[in-house]
Structures are given as structure tokens and as C-alpha cells.
């Protein structure tokens, strides 16, 4: 007798993640006192007017022209000059910090992960702290010098790009790696002829996407007098001068644009689309599994037969000639600019990089070491840190829902496959006005998600203290702006790059434009789009630090007090605060991604 079906359980892992998500923003809202007390400033909807009424008024001087181009100038060459010696770190720390590099090191010996696990969480600490913190400290130290700037970027930029670097190459397939070490080759020689080239354009990929959060890093940087067009920015919103800000904006506007639109160029042509692939239909146990199969010295195929690793490998690596692609010219071209423009940046910044290691630097570092220790924690603190924790914890959490939600509500008018004649929602013949219509959609779209995320995040908190009272509120909103930005732009891809067979069966079988969108579209992006915006919650978490500066409350403001007091004691047990709580959203946001897959 057939026995029936049980039903899933309603409260599985995703579905109690889904409830504690609901929870804390419900709380989150409440301590931004959106249900207790008024926190709309209706006397500042005057300024607010004047300021979106200069965005058609610009200007458009030679004078400021010129020294808007020179801002430009500089921010980008603080974004190459950081790039660059981020991706030389996390690339050494990226192969470090893999698990599967200590596997291969220290075969079958319990020392292997220790050594893993001390290196992965001291490079866990400089990512946590924000680059906008690393300036204020590194002014302390160098001055006002370019130094700072690319110094800034290339500290908290290059721990993250080792942990990603790592987990590429962990999720990297290991069969040649295996064959090689087997063989009797170093461990360096292996990874540097099997799986660094297999993961080269998941590499080169997440590169781009870290150049381009670098050019908006370097524009944030600016507002602490780094220089560059965030400086110029901030200088014209203090001066209420909103027609040279808005000339500054649209620069960024432009520069950013840029950079997106070469970046996706080249990645298209590389055959590399997406930005950032958070692998999560991967699953990790299945790779130590395969590694002791492969020390073993074999690996078991589909049919149940032997093979030796060796002959695995060869029959990966190997491709005929006339199946390689052709070289591209554009790449080429690219890869040429990219040879001139790197050292034309570090010339045009003219850092002195010797500071890094001159006996004023080492002797100033003494002394602030010397006046941090021991912390200055005192039991009547305790409170407050906690208070300003929650708070803290309480703007990333409203700022990642809203960035989520526009996020998604933006990305699919985003994508090119779309609502375009011939997309996922579109017939393939339509009238001029519906391709009109659908192409004024997705420009306004992305022009939307541009400029949220172009728009540095602590200008978007000024702009909301127009009509806002100082508070985590204004923080929220900025951030959640900010952040739209950057997960619309990632979700649209997702959509980009869906897997249209599903879809044209669905269209096949006369199915509605709206159930292929519930039911073909939804199910399919839905997953990735959470893990983006988890993924996102991390970085957000970090960023809370710099709408601090503008008093957006939470420990972002206390710490950039306190280093602009000198007051180093205090600022150590601050940023163990911050650390800790960095730590725990990393955890919580590693679990709920875990529960996705």
C-alpha cells in the first residue's frame, strides 16, 4: 500500500529566517521613532526645493569646468592607484585564505585548519572597518597627502578581496590542482597552472566590480579633504552653492557611468556577465569530499568505473585549437589602456610611498599605540555602546530592506530582456509605442539606479536632513538609497543572464506575460536576489560608519568623534564594538545565504 505524501512543514529554516527578518525590521522602525514622535521637518522643504530646482541650472563656467575636471582626474586615479594594490593583496591573501590552498600544503593534518582559521579572522578585522574610518586615521599619520586616499581603498578593499578571492577559488573545480600536487609539483607551481586559470574570469570579473566600488569609495573619501570630486561636493553643499553641485554630480553621473558600461563591455566579451556570483548552489562539503578522493589518488566517474586523476585533468585542460576563441581587438585595446592608465595614476597622484615606512611614520604609530592602551573601557560606557549598537544595527537593517525592496522593484525594468521587443514579457513584434515606451522604461530606470548609487551616501544623508530631524532615520535613507543603487544594477544582470528555455516553453504554450513573470521569472531570480541583498547587509552594516558624520547617530558618530579628539583609548573600545557587531551581521547574514541554497 502507497503511503501518502507528507506535507512540508510551514516552518522550515527559510521560513523562520523570513519571520526573525519581518521582526527586526518592524523593531528597527520603532527605534527610528517613525511610530512615536515627528521626525518630518516640513520648514526645510523650501531648501529641498531649491536644491532639485539647480539640478537644470548648472554650472557651466570654464573656470569650474576645469576644476571639475581636475576633481574628476583625481578620483579616478585614487580609485586605480587603490585598485591596484588591493588586487595585489587579496590575490596572495586570496590564495591564503582558501581553504583549499592549506589542504593541498598540509595533506591530512589537523595543524592545516588552525592556520586557516587564524588567517581568515585576522584579515576579518581590517575588512570590517570602513574605509572612511582608515582615512581618519591615516590623516592623523600622513596629512592631508594622496597617500591616504589609495591607502584608505587598498586596507579594508583588499582583506575583501582575499575573502572573495578564496571562496572563488575553493568553489573552483580541483580535479587538475589534484592531478598536479599527485604528480609531485609545488603546491605555488600547481595553483598557478590549474586553478588560477580556471578561476581567472570569476577573478577578473569581481576586479571590475571592485573597481567600481572603489571610484565611489574614492568620491566618499573626498569629504574628508582627501580631495577629488567628493571634496569639491561637499564644499559646494556647505557653501549652499547648488548649481556648482549639481555640475559635480552629473560628473560623477558620467564617471561612473563609464566605468559600469565599460566594465559590463568587457565582461560580455570575456564571456564573464556577472558582476559578483556568490555560488550558491554550490555546496562546500561536496569539496573536501572530493579533495580526499583525489589525494586518495583517484576519482570515481558517473559509471562507477576508476580513472586516475591525471587522465581527469588532461581530459579538462585539453581543447583543440580551432575551438579557442579568436583573440578580441577590443579586449586587447582595453588591456593595453589599462597598462598606460595604471602607472599614468600613480604619477598624477605623486604619493609619496615611502612615508609607509619612514621613522616619522613608525614613531607616530608608537605614539598612538603608546595612548591607546590600555582601552578606556568603563563600566558606565557600556550602556551607551549598547544603545548606539542597537542603533546602529537598527539603520542597517532599514537601510538594506528599502535598498531591497526598490532594488527589485527596479531591476526588471532594468534588464535589456525584459519589457524590450523580443524579452521575457514582450512580444516579439510590438507597435512603435510600446518600444518607445519600453526603452524610455529601462533608461529611466538605469539612470535611476545610477545616480542612486553614484550619489555618495553621506550626501544623500545631508539631502535628507533637509526635511528630516537628525536621527538614524536620515542615516537609513541614505544608505537604503545608496545601496539600491548598487543591488538594482546587480539584480537586473540576474535577470540578464536567466536561462530563457524554461521561459520561451512557457510563452510556447500561450502562457500569459504574467504568469511567465510569477512563475518562470520569480521562482528563478527570487533566491539569487535575497542572497545579494544579504550579501549587501554586510556592506551596508560597514557603511553605517560614514553617514555618522553628517548625524546620522549610531557608532559611526561617536568614532568619528573620538578620532577627531585624539581620544584613541576610547576609540579602540568603539571599534571592538563595531568589530563585534560587524562579525555578528557577517554570521547571521552567512546563515540566512546558507538557508537559501
Known amino acids: 500500500m502507497d503511503q501518502p505524501l507528507s506535507r512540508p512543514s510551514l516552518l522550515n529554516q527559510r521560513a523562520i529566517w523570513g519571520l526573525v527578518a519581518l521582526g527586526a525590521i518592524a523593531l528597527s522602525l520603532y527605534q527610528a521613532g517613525l511610530f512615536q514622535r515627528d521626525w518630518l521637518n516640513l520648514g526645510g522643504l523650501s531648501q529641498l526645493g531649491r536644491f532639485f530646482q539647480a539640478s537644470v541650472q548648472p554650472d557651466l563656467s570654464p573656470e569650474f569646468l576645469r576644476l571639475t575636471l581636475n576633481a574628476i582626474v583625481v578620483t579616478l586615479a585614487y580609485a586605480v592607484c587603490g585598485t591596484c594594490l588591493s588586487l595585489l593583496f587579496g590575490l596572495v591573501g586570496g590564495v591564503l585564505v582558501s581553504e583549499v590552498w592549506w589542504q593541498s600544503v598540509f595533506p591530512r593534518q589537523a595543524k592545516q585548519r588552525s592556520i586557516w582559521l587564524t588567517i581568515r579572522a585576522g584579515l576579518a578585522i581590517p575588512r570590517a572597518i570602513h574605509e572612511l574610518i582608515w582615512g581618519l586615521f591615516l590623516i592623523n599619520i600622513f596629512?592631508?597627502?594622496p597617500l591616504v586616499?589609495?591607502?584608505a581603498i587598498a586596507i579594508p578593499y583588499g582583506a575583501i578581496v582575499a575573502k572573495v578571492f578564496s571562496e572563488i577559488l575553493d568553489e573552483t573545480p580541483r580535479q587538475p590542482l589534484m592531478a598536479l600536487l599527485n604528480s609531485g609539483v609545488a603546491p605555488l607551481t600547481a595553483f598557478t597552472y590549474s586553478l588560477?586559470?580556471?578561476?581567472?574570469l570569476d577573478l577578473l570579473s569581481y576586479s571590475f566590480y571592485r573597481f567600481e566600488c572603489s571610484i565611489r569609495s574614492a568620491a566618499v573619501l573626498g569629504i574628508i579633504g582627501a580631495g577629488g570630486l567628493g571634496y569639491q561636493i561637499l564644499l559646494s553643499l556647505q557653501s549652499l552653492r547648488y548649481e556648482q553641485l549639481w555640475t559635480l554630480f552629473y560628473a560623477l553621473f558620467v564617471l561612473n557611468g563609464t566605468v559600469d558600461l565599460t566594465s559590463a563591455v568587457l565582461r560580455h566579451r570575456l564571456g564573464s556577465p556577472n558582476r559578483l556570483d556568490l555560488n550558491l548552489r554550490r555546496d562546500n562539503r561536496s569539496k573536501s569530499q572530493e579533495l580526499e578522493g583525489l589525494r586518495d589518488g583517484y576519482s570515481t566517474s558517473s559509471g562507477g568505473q576508476e580513472s586516475h586523476p591525471t587522465q581527469n585533468a588532461a581530459d579538462q585542460v585539453s581543447m583543440p585549437k580551432q575551438q579557442r576563441q579568436p583573440r578580441d581587438r577590443g579586449v586587447m585595446v582595453a588591456g593595453l589602456g589599462a597598462v598606460l592608465l595604471i602607472p599614468f595614476c600613480f604619477w598624477y597622484v605623486s604619493a609619496d610611498f615611502s612615508k609607509l615606512w619612514s621613522p616619522r611614520t613608525m614613531q607616530l604609530l608608537a605614539d598612538i599605540t603608546q595612548s591607546s592602551l590600555p582601552p578606556n573601557f568603563d563600566g558606565e560606557q557600556l550602556p551607551q555602546l549598547l544603545a548606539l549598537s542597537w542603533q546602529t544595527l537598527a539603520m542597517s537593517i532599514l537601510a538594506i530592506a528599502a535598498a531591497g525592496i526598490g532594488g527589485i522593484l527596479l531591476s526588471f525594468p532594468a534588464a535589456h530582456n525584459f519589457f524590450l521587443p523580443g524579452g521575457l514579457l514582450n512580444p516579439t513584434q510590438s507597435s512603435r509605442s510600446g518600444r518607445l515606451l519600453a526603452w524610455g522604461m529601462l533608461l529611466l530606470a538605469r539612470s535611476v539606479l545610477l545616480i542612486a548609487r553614484a550619489v555618495p551616501a553621506p550626501i544623500w544623508a545631508l539631502v535628507a536632513l533637509f526635511v528630516l530631524f537628525p536621527g538614524i532615520l536620515p542615516g537609513a535613507i541614505a544608505l537604503g538609497l545608496h545601496n539600491l543603487g548598487i543591488l538594482g544594477r546587480l539584480m537586473?544582470?540576474?535577470t540578464e543572464n536567466l536561462?530563457?528555455?524554461?521561459?520561451?516553453?512557457?510563452?510556447a504554450q500561450g502562457t500569459p506575460a504574467s504568469l511567465v513573470f510569477l512563475y518562470g521569472v520569480l521562482p528563478t531570480t527570487m533566491t539569487r536576489f535575497l542572497a545579494y541583498i544579504l550579501y549587501r547587509w554586510e556592506v551596508c552594516m560597514r557603511e553605517t560608519v560614514i553617514v555618522g558624520l553628517v548625524g546620522a547617530g549610531g557608532?559611526?558618530?561617536?568614532?568619528?568623534?573620538q578620532l577627531s579628539s585624539f581620544d584613541y583609548s576610547s576609540v579602540i573600545v568603539t571599534l571592538s564594538s563595531f568589530v563585534v557587531l560587524t562579525f555578528i551581521v557577517d554570521w547571521v547574514s552567512g546563515r540566512m545565504r546558507r538557508s537559501l541554497r
Open 143 to 145: 596629512g592631508l597627502d
Open 149 to 151: 586616499a589609495i591607502v
Open 555 to 561: 557608532l559611526g558618530r561617536l568614532l568619528t568623534e
Open 196 to 200: 588560477l586559470p580556471q578561476a581567472f
Open 492 to 494: 537586473a544582470e540576474v
Open 499 to 507: 536561462d530563457q528555455r524554461p521561459l520561451l516553453a512557457l510563452k
